[in-house]
């Protein structure tokens, strides 16, 4: 019995030290991606995005052309995975009404997507009845002429009227971004 014992206490330990072994490592990984975050943020802020001429605007009214705003909120996203996770049209619906009630500069949003299958997107929009336009990139032109980070959280970007990166994240993910875009918004109003 007392080496039962033994050997459940030389087992108990052994799994605790494992245990305590692989929180750590969660930990270390959990601020290294904060960091590299923190580094691909710092490398964005500044740079121009290139729209180029790939982009065709897609809604349930059919094709427009592009407009200039003195700030957008630009959204990047591909079929890669759940597109109805990645592209969450209700989220980014209210956000849009509430930026119309609390930003002092019309802002525009961009929703430049790459589908895999036009008619997937097409589908989610009109299901979902989104009526803001869409652009979609089949070429994929966005993606390969600006730095776009594999992190979904930092594929969307908030830019000034000359195409500059002024703040990196996603709004519909974290008020505390989203605090952020308003504030420089509102601050730059003066």
């Given at each position: 019995?007392?080496?039962?014992?033994?050997?459940?206490?030389?087992?108990?330990?052994?799994?605790?030290?494992?245990?305590?072994?692989?929180?750590?490592?969660?930990?270390?990984?959990?601020?290294?991606?904060?960091?590299?975050?923190?580094?691909?943020?710092?490398?964005?802020?500044g740079k121009e995005v290139k729209f180029g001429?790939?982009?065709?605007?897609?809604?349930?009214?059919?094709?427009?052309?592009?407009?200039?705003?003195?700030?957008?909120?630009?959204?990047?996203?591909?079929?890669?995975g759940c597109m109805d996770c990645a592209f969450?049209?209700?989220?980014?619906?209210?956000?849009?009404?509430?930026?119309?009630?609390?930003?002092?500069?019309?802002?525009?949003?961009?929703?430049?997507?790459?589908?895999?299958?036009?008619?997937?997107?097409?589908?989610?929009?009109?299901?979902?009845?989104?009526?803001?336009?869409?652009?979609?990139?089949?070429?994929?032109?966005?993606?390969?002429?600006?730095?776009?980070?594999?992190?979904?959280?930092?594929?969307?970007?908030?830019?000034?009227?000359?195409?500059?990166?002024?703040?990196?994240?996603?709004p519909i993910y974290g008020s505390e971004v989203?605090?952020?875009?308003?504030?420089?918004?509102?601050?730059?109003?003066?």
């Amino acid at each position: 019995m007392k080496s039962e014992t033994k050997n459940y206490i030389k087992g108990t330990n052994w799994l605790n030290s494992i245990s305590i072994a692989i929180v750590i490592l969660l930990l270390f990984s959990c601020n290294a991606k904060k960091n590299d975050r923190a580094e691909t943020i710092d490398k964005l802020v500044g740079k121009e995005v290139k729209f180029g001429n790939g982009l065709i605007e897609m809604n349930s009214n059919g094709q427009k052309q592009l407009n200039n705003y003195e700030y957008q909120i630009v959204l990047y996203t591909d079929s890669a995975g759940c597109m109805d996770c990645a592209f969450d049209l209700q989220n980014w619906r209210d956000l849009m009404k509430l930026a119309d009630t609390t930003l002092l500069k019309p802002t525009n949003f961009k929703f430049i997507f790459h589908p895999a299958a036009k008619e997937q997107l097409q589908s989610l929009i009109v299901k979902s009845n989104f009526k803001y336009p869409v652009y979609i990139d089949y070429d994929n032109h966005f993606y390969k002429e600006n730095f776009i980070p594999e992190d979904l959280l930092l594929q969307c970007f908030l830019i000034d009227k000359k195409n500059k990166i002024l703040a990196v994240g996603n709004p519909i993910y974290g008020s505390e971004v989203w605090n952020y875009f308003k504030q420089i918004i509102n601050d730059n109003n003066k």
